[in-house]
Protein backbone atom coordinates (compact mmCIF):
# COMPACT_ATOMS: atom_id res chain seq x y z
CA UNK A 1 0.00 0.00 0.00
CA UNK A 2 1.41 3.10 -1.05
CA UNK A 3 0.21 6.90 0.19
CA UNK A 4 0.98 9.85 -1.76
CA UNK A 5 1.48 13.29 -0.40
CA UNK A 6 0.97 16.41 -2.40
CA UNK A 7 1.92 19.63 -0.92
CA UNK A 8 -0.18 22.66 -2.92
CA UNK A 9 1.39 25.48 -0.69
CA UNK A 10 4.63 27.19 -1.71
CA UNK A 11 5.43 27.69 2.19
CA UNK A 12 6.99 24.62 3.50
CA UNK A 13 6.71 24.17 7.12
CA UNK A 14 3.66 26.05 7.14
CA UNK A 15 0.09 24.55 8.22
CA UNK A 16 -0.64 22.59 5.19
CA UNK A 17 2.49 21.13 5.91
CA UNK A 18 1.97 20.54 9.14
CA UNK A 19 -1.80 18.82 8.29
CA UNK A 20 -0.05 16.68 5.33
CA UNK A 21 2.48 15.67 7.17
CA UNK A 22 0.15 14.32 9.99
CA UNK A 23 -1.96 12.20 7.34
CA UNK A 24 1.52 10.63 6.36
CA UNK A 25 1.89 9.45 9.94
CA UNK A 26 -1.33 7.94 10.05
CA UNK A 27 -0.90 5.95 6.65
CA UNK A 28 2.59 5.06 7.68
CA UNK A 29 1.17 4.13 11.15
CA UNK A 30 -1.31 1.86 9.79
CA UNK A 31 1.59 0.00 7.41
CA UNK A 32 1.85 2.23 4.44
CA UNK A 33 4.80 3.47 2.51
CA UNK A 34 4.23 7.03 2.29
CA UNK A 35 6.12 9.64 -0.02
CA UNK A 36 5.85 13.67 0.05
CA UNK A 37 6.05 15.88 -2.80
CA UNK A 38 6.46 19.83 -2.22
CA UNK A 39 4.91 21.18 -5.85
CA UNK A 40 6.79 24.42 -5.03
CA UNK A 41 10.36 22.47 -5.41
CA UNK A 42 9.32 21.39 -9.01
CA UNK A 43 8.99 22.48 -12.35
CA UNK A 44 5.58 22.18 -13.33
CA UNK A 45 4.28 24.25 -16.60
CA UNK A 46 0.38 24.86 -17.08
CA UNK A 47 -1.70 22.31 -19.30
CA UNK A 48 -1.06 23.83 -23.32
CA UNK A 49 -4.17 21.80 -24.46
CA UNK A 50 -2.07 20.51 -27.39
CA UNK A 51 -3.79 17.27 -27.25
CA UNK A 52 -0.98 15.29 -27.62
CA UNK A 53 -1.29 13.35 -25.00
CA UNK A 54 -4.88 11.98 -26.02
CA UNK A 55 -2.95 9.55 -28.83
CA UNK A 56 0.36 8.97 -26.56
CA UNK A 57 -0.77 8.94 -23.10
CA UNK A 58 2.72 11.45 -22.46
CA UNK A 59 2.48 14.79 -21.79
CA UNK A 60 4.53 16.91 -24.35
CA UNK A 61 5.85 18.92 -22.00
CA UNK A 62 9.30 17.74 -20.42
CA UNK A 63 9.09 18.82 -16.98
CA UNK A 64 8.90 17.42 -13.32
CA UNK A 65 5.00 16.52 -14.01
CA UNK A 66 6.40 13.13 -15.53
CA UNK A 67 7.99 12.35 -13.14
CA UNK A 68 4.96 13.15 -10.90
CA UNK A 69 2.81 11.14 -13.23
CA UNK A 70 4.36 8.35 -12.59
CA UNK A 71 4.14 8.86 -8.82
CA UNK A 72 0.40 8.95 -9.01
CA UNK A 73 0.10 5.79 -10.95
CA UNK A 74 2.21 3.69 -8.31
CA UNK A 75 0.07 5.62 -5.65
CA UNK A 76 -2.95 3.61 -4.21
CA UNK A 77 -4.33 6.43 -2.79
CA UNK A 78 -3.38 10.59 -3.19
CA UNK A 79 -3.88 13.04 -0.14
CA UNK A 80 -3.59 16.97 -1.15
CA UNK A 81 -2.88 19.57 0.53
CA UNK A 82 -3.61 23.19 -0.10
CA UNK A 83 -4.26 26.41 0.93
CA UNK A 84 -6.65 28.95 0.12
CA UNK A 85 -5.32 31.93 -2.23
CA UNK A 86 -8.00 34.33 -3.72
CA UNK A 87 -10.84 31.80 -2.45
CA UNK A 88 -9.10 29.32 -5.07
CA UNK A 89 -6.16 26.54 -5.27
CA UNK A 90 -2.89 27.77 -4.99
CA UNK A 91 -1.07 28.22 -9.09
CA UNK A 92 1.14 25.61 -7.72
CA UNK A 93 -1.91 22.43 -7.22
CA UNK A 94 -3.73 24.09 -10.35
CA UNK A 95 -1.22 23.61 -12.83
CA UNK A 96 -1.06 20.27 -11.26
CA UNK A 97 -4.06 19.30 -11.63
CA UNK A 98 -4.60 20.57 -15.30
CA UNK A 99 -1.65 18.20 -16.12
CA UNK A 100 -4.13 15.27 -14.87
CA UNK A 101 -4.91 15.92 -18.65
CA UNK A 102 -2.01 13.04 -20.00
CA UNK A 103 -4.01 10.78 -18.14
CA UNK A 104 -6.94 10.86 -20.21
CA UNK A 105 -7.86 10.44 -24.04
CA UNK A 106 -9.69 12.47 -26.69
CA UNK A 107 -12.89 11.52 -25.21
CA UNK A 108 -12.29 12.49 -21.47
CA UNK A 109 -11.86 8.33 -20.49
CA UNK A 110 -8.82 6.78 -18.94
CA UNK A 111 -6.36 6.80 -21.32
CA UNK A 112 -6.17 2.79 -22.47
CA UNK A 113 -2.41 3.19 -20.91
CA UNK A 114 -3.46 3.64 -17.34
CA UNK A 115 -6.86 2.62 -16.85
CA UNK A 116 -6.65 -0.17 -14.71
CA UNK A 117 -3.61 1.27 -12.78
CA UNK A 118 -6.46 4.89 -12.46
CA UNK A 119 -9.40 2.25 -11.50
CA UNK A 120 -9.83 2.28 -7.65
CA UNK A 121 -7.48 4.71 -6.86
CA UNK A 122 -8.41 7.02 -3.67
CA UNK A 123 -8.24 10.81 -3.62
CA UNK A 124 -8.40 13.03 -0.31
CA UNK A 125 -7.98 16.54 0.26
CA UNK A 126 -6.83 18.78 3.31
CA UNK A 127 -7.53 22.33 3.23
CA UNK A 128 -6.46 25.58 4.98
CA UNK A 129 -8.14 29.11 5.04
CA UNK A 130 -7.30 32.45 6.81
CA UNK A 131 -10.87 33.11 7.07
CA UNK A 132 -12.50 31.32 10.50
CA UNK A 133 -15.35 30.15 8.11
CA UNK A 134 -13.57 27.57 6.50
CA UNK A 135 -16.36 26.59 3.79
CA UNK A 136 -14.39 29.55 2.09
CA UNK A 137 -12.19 26.89 0.73
CA UNK A 138 -15.11 25.03 -0.49
CA UNK A 139 -13.97 26.06 -4.49
CA UNK A 140 -10.97 23.47 -4.19
CA UNK A 141 -13.19 20.99 -2.72
CA UNK A 142 -15.69 21.09 -5.27
CA UNK A 143 -12.77 20.78 -8.09
CA UNK A 144 -11.44 17.51 -6.34
CA UNK A 145 -15.05 16.32 -5.76
CA UNK A 146 -15.72 16.40 -9.10
CA UNK A 147 -12.87 14.96 -10.69
CA UNK A 148 -13.40 11.88 -8.69
CA UNK A 149 -17.06 11.90 -9.60
CA UNK A 150 -16.31 12.25 -13.38
CA UNK A 151 -13.32 9.54 -13.01
CA UNK A 152 -15.08 7.11 -10.85
CA UNK A 153 -12.02 7.92 -7.99
CA UNK A 154 -12.65 7.11 -4.48
CA UNK A 155 -13.94 10.08 -2.71
CA UNK A 156 -11.65 9.46 1.01
CA UNK A 157 -13.24 13.04 2.33
CA UNK A 158 -11.50 16.17 3.16
CA UNK A 159 -10.04 17.85 6.27
CA UNK A 160 -10.76 21.35 6.44
CA UNK A 161 -9.23 23.96 8.93
CA UNK A 162 -8.71 27.36 9.62
CA UNK A 163 -4.90 29.54 10.33
CA UNK A 164 -2.69 31.51 9.15
CA UNK A 165 0.30 32.85 10.75
CA UNK A 166 3.15 29.85 10.02
CA UNK A 167 2.37 26.68 12.20
CA UNK A 168 -0.57 28.28 14.18
CA UNK A 169 -2.62 25.03 13.25
CA UNK A 170 -0.10 22.86 15.54
CA UNK A 171 -2.22 24.53 17.92
CA UNK A 172 -5.75 22.48 16.69
CA UNK A 173 -5.74 19.18 17.98
CA UNK A 174 -8.85 18.34 16.18
CA UNK A 175 -7.77 19.29 13.14
CA UNK A 176 -4.27 17.50 13.43
CA UNK A 177 -6.28 14.26 14.46
CA UNK A 178 -8.69 14.53 11.57
CA UNK A 179 -5.88 14.73 8.90
CA UNK A 180 -3.92 11.51 10.93
CA UNK A 181 -7.11 9.35 10.20
CA UNK A 182 -7.87 10.78 6.81
CA UNK A 183 -3.82 9.24 6.37
CA UNK A 184 -5.37 6.12 7.74
CA UNK A 185 -8.10 5.66 5.61
CA UNK A 186 -5.97 6.27 3.10
CA UNK A 187 -3.77 3.26 3.67
CA UNK A 188 -6.71 1.21 4.59
CA UNK A 189 -7.13 -1.76 1.89
CA UNK A 190 -9.62 -1.60 -0.65
CA UNK A 191 -11.96 -4.36 1.70
CA UNK A 192 -11.66 -2.22 4.58
CA UNK A 193 -12.84 0.81 3.05
CA UNK A 194 -15.54 -1.03 1.68
CA UNK A 195 -16.77 -2.48 4.89
CA UNK A 196 -17.15 1.39 6.64
Same mark, same amino acid.
Given at each position: ???????????????????????????????????????????????????????????????????????????????????????????????????? *?? @????? /??????? &???? $? =?KRIGLITVCGDPDV????????????? *?? @????? /??????? &???? $? =??????????????????????????????
Amino acid at each position: MKVLGILGSPRVGGNSDVLLEQALRGAKDAGAEVEKIVLSQKKISGCLDCGRCNEAGVCAIRDDMLEIHQKILEADAIIHSVPVYFWSMTSQMKAYLDRW *CA @FFDAD /WNWHKAY &SQRM $K =GKRIGLITVCGDPDVSVAEPILYSFKNT *CQ @FTGLK /WMGAVQA &SASA $K =GEIDQNEAAKKKAYHLGKKGAASQKDTAKR
